[in-house]
């Protein structure tokens, strides 16, 4: 009998074995990301951007050059980055707490200026690494560490839609709002995030997919319960969709 190989790790990742809470998306997402690398045969050219939070162990698991920003800061590096090295390709990995709370300013200034970089930005709602605190995300009626009694918009206002802010940004070439909870997300996600990178690729300009994640840990649920609750309640307030598109 001959066996043919169907399925392998991307090249792009290091391979050590990920180190985030069960039931979290962090890995699924990063897998996405080494395969949409591996085929766009860019591995040797990209430059990965991972500032403060969960995101910054995302250095540890893919097998490629990169840096730390502070917190907040990594549109800012990464436009550093890009425009010293043009031939390279730039992305940053960020989550909700890092860049729609200290770095909303950074994110809509490097999409208004249509920065060729790419963003890959995890939204899960709340603060992960930190400890469980309520994030620009956070959905009303949500308890975190810092509102234990839910999310209340007279208090703490709303749950801020970012790609809806940013897709007014003439900068944008590739917007689009994703989640990866079954097969037919991931398919989805992988298009999208492919997309994102061949609009710097091709200098049309900025790119950014927003991907709905669990953090089954913060939020005490069970890693189904989780999943469970992000498609009764996260997609409701944030939309799947596509929201810009010049990539074609």
């Known amino acids: 009998m001959i066996y043919t190989e169907r399925f392998k790790a991307p090249q792009s990742l290091s391979g050590k074995e990920f180190s985030y809470c069960p039931g979290c998306h962090h890995g699924l997402v990063h897998r996405i990301i080494a395969e949409v690398i591996d085929e766009l045969n860019i591995q040797g050219i990209t430059i990965m951007v991972a500032p403060v939070g969960c995101s910054v162990f995302a250095n540890d698991f893919f097998e490629l050059d990169g840096t730390i920003a502070a917190h907040g800061r990594a549109p800012a590096v990464a436009t550093g980055i890009k425009r010293a090295r043009p031939e390279n390709v730039v992305f940053t990995y960020q989550g909700d ?8 300013a950074e994110i809509i200034h490097a999409a208004n200026r249509g920065e060729k970089i790419t963003t890959i930005f995890i939204n899960n709602a709340i603060y ?24 209340n918009e007279k208090n703490e206002g709303y749950p ?23 097969p037919q997300d991931v398919i989805r996600t992988k298009k999208q995030i492919k997309k994102a990178f061949i609009a710097q690729l091709k200098g049309i300009g900025y790119g950014i997919v927003e991907v709905l ?10 890693p189904i319960e989780s999943m469970e609750w992000l498609e009764e309640n996260m997609v409701k307030e944030f939309p799947i969709g596509v929201f810009i598109d010049k990539v074609g």
């Open 97 to 104: 707490g890092d860049l729609a709370a200290i770095g909303t």
């Open 128 to 151: 992960g690494m930190t400890g469980g605190q309520m994030a620009p995300t956070t959905l009303l009626g949500m308890k975190t560490t810092t509102t234990p009694y839910g999310r």
């Open 160 to 182: 801020l839609r970012v790609s809806e802010i940013l897709k007014e940004i003439r900068g944008v070439a590739f917007l689009s709002r994703t989640k990866v909870s079954t």
């Open 213 to 222: 994640s669990t953090c089954p840990t913060n939020w005490g649920l069970t």
